[in-house]
Structure formats: structure tokens, C-alpha cells
């Protein structure tokens, strides 16, 4: 079955840095689009970036120069490293895959930026 584990979060200073980390498992991770998702505390969840399986990438606006998507196929992995982080950041970030029609959603990771 497929399962997406996040991890990487924790708390941070504004201006500081984290790496996000999902590890696929179930399904053939070199040939599938991944995405990063972000959910705030009283609000919809929100797309954040994707990574194809040719490696091209697409940011939502708020994260563009800040935010890196990468994956590394061997080890099915995806990453997003988040730098210059704001509080308004703050958020669950969730792992995503949609895989023969069906979403997929990792249990996600807790980033909280604060002084």
C-alpha cells in the first residue's frame, strides 16, 4: 500500500532554515509527480510546490525564492528545503501523491517559526 512519512519540522527563528523530508513507499516513486502541501492552524489546506518525474517544479507564489523542491529517486525521497522562513509559515506540511486516481496524504510534519 502506499504510505507517505514526513519529518523535518520543528521550531524555528524567523529568518531560519528547515529541510522537510517524505519518504514514498508503494508505488513506483521515480514515475509519479510529488507535492508539498501546508495546512495553518484555522485554515484549508493549501498547495505549496510539486516536483514532476522529469524534475521540473512549480512553486506557489508566497514560497517562490524561498522554498526548493527536490526528490531523490534512489532512496524515494522528497524534499523541500524552506529558507528565509516567516511566521506566517507556520503550518502541518503534508506529503501528497495521487496514484491510479486516489490522493494520498503522508500524517505530515509540524513547522512552527517564532521568536
Known amino acids: 500500500q502506499v504510505q507517505l512519512v514526513e519529518s523535518g519540522g520543528g521550531l524555528v527563528q524567523p529568518g531560519g532554515s528547515l529541510r522537510l523530508s517524505c519518504v514514498a513507499s508503494?508505488?513506483?516513486?521515480?514515475?509519479?509527480?510529488m507535492n508539498w502541501y501546508r495546512q495553518a492552524p484555522g485554515k484549508e489546506r493549501e498547495w505549496v510546490a510539486n516536483?514532476?518525474?522529469?524534475?521540473?517544479?512549480n512553486y506557489e507564489d508566497s514560497v517562490k525564492g524561498r522554498f526548493t523542491i527536490s526528490r531523490d529517486n534512489a532512496k524515494n525521497t522528497v524534499l523541500l528545503q524552506m529558507n528565509s522562513l516567516k511566521p506566517e509559515d507556520t503550518a502541518v506540511y503534508y506529503c501528497?501523491?495521487?496514484?491510479?486516481?486516489?490522493?494520498?496524504w503522508g500524517k505530515g510534519t509540524l513547522v512552527t517559526v517564532s521568536s
Open positions: 501528497n501523491v495521487v496514484s491510479s486516481y486516489i490522493t494520498y
Open positions: 508503494g508505488f513506483p516513486f521515480s514515475l509519479y509527480a
Open positions: 516536483i514532476n518525474s522529469r524534475g521540473n517544479t
